[in-house]
């Protein structure tokens, strides 16, 4: 059986289309405007949302995306909220969200609970940022016994060894980084994005999502035509949160449909 990440990349490459998975953070500014969030980002047309954990200690972001965790954590936001907003989300728009967060959360829910509780929420994966490669067949194996991916990240400075482990492991797609560093909006697509991505097509056929940096039509044709499946935009859409408040989901929903219709213009 394919799970819902597999469904929905296999229909991008059956239309020859690419796609675009949005990151957002839960309980920014609240769970109200997360859930119109959501549903604005799959009319968008959105191909999958991550959906981040606030976390009090977000290393491998930047700016952005640490005032949106400080403001959902301000609220009280936590796993189980997260989860709750999901399973909402996913009932009114059929989207796969893929769980975004760190370790120490999910170890503190309990792994077993987590996939437990994501799996009868109708989620479509996990993604953990901080996993060790080396713990990531026992965490997958739990994830599958609820039918739900494993995302792993791939970075510029992973040798094709460290490339071949992570992706045996996952599952759904590969998250591809563009660049070293946090996470932010940046002025153009790193030179390294096109390398990584040669690098991880020798060693699998997993669909490749490339992040980090992503803000623009322009950047996003470009992952595109380097080969990647679909490209992931976080901290341009935090920061339209920010801006925008209460009319942020229109926004959003404006954003994405601009990006995936900027890939007409390239063809």
Same mark, same amino acid.
């Given at each position: 059986?394919?799970? +819902?990440?597999?469904?929905? =990349?296999n229909e991008l490459r059956e239309t020859g289309c690419k796609g675009v998975v %949005? =990151?957002?953070?839960?309980?920014d500014p609240d769970l109200e405007t997360t859930y119109e969030l959501l549903v604005g980002l799959a009319r968008g047309g959105a191909t999958a949302i991550e959906l981040g954990v606030p976390f009090s200690d977000p290393?491998?972001?930047? %700016? #952005?995306?640490? +005032?949106?965790?400080? +403001?959902?954590?301000?609220?009280?936001?936590?796993?189980?909220? #997260?989860?709750?907003?999901?399973?909402?989300?996913?009932?009114a728009t059929g989207v796969p969200i893929v769980l975004f967060s760190y370790l120490n959360p999910l170890l503190r829910y309990g792994l077993e609970k987590l996939a437990q509780d994501a799996g009868r929420a109708g989620l479509a994966g996990v993604l953990v940022t901080d996993l060790p490669a080396e713990a990531a067949q026992g965490f997958s194996r739990v994830l599958h016994r609820r039918d739900l991916d494993l995302v792993s990240l791939v970075a510029p400075t992973s040798t094709e060894q460290r490339i071949a482990q992570i992706a045996q492991n996952a599952t759904g797609f590969l998250y591809a980084i563009? #660049?070293? $560093?946090?996470?932010?909006?940046?002025?153009?697509?790193?030179?390294?994005?096109?390398?990584?991505?040669?690098r991880i097509r020798r #060693?699998?056929?997993l669909p490749v999502a490339v $992040? =980090?940096?992503i803000s623009n039509t322009m950047q996003a044709r470009e992952a595109w035509a380097q080969g990647a499946d679909a490209v992931i935009v976080g901290s341009a859409l935090v920061r339209k949160i920010e801006e925008f408040g209460a009319q942020a989901p229109v926004e959003v929903e404006r954003f994405v449909r601009e990006l995936l219709a900027s890939q007409a213009v390239e063809a």
């Open positions: 059986m394919t799970t +819902r990440l597999q469904n929905a =990349f %949005p =990151f957002i953070t839960a309980g290393a491998a972001d930047g %700016p #952005v995306i640490q +005032r949106a965790c400080e +403001r959902a954590l301000a609220h009280g936001v936590n796993l189980k909220d #997260v989860i709750e907003v999901a399973d909402c989300a996913v009932q563009s #660049v070293t $560093g946090v996470t932010g909006t940046r002025h153009q697509l790193s030179a390294d994005a096109g390398a990584l991505l040669k #060693v699998t056929d $992040g =980090f940096g």
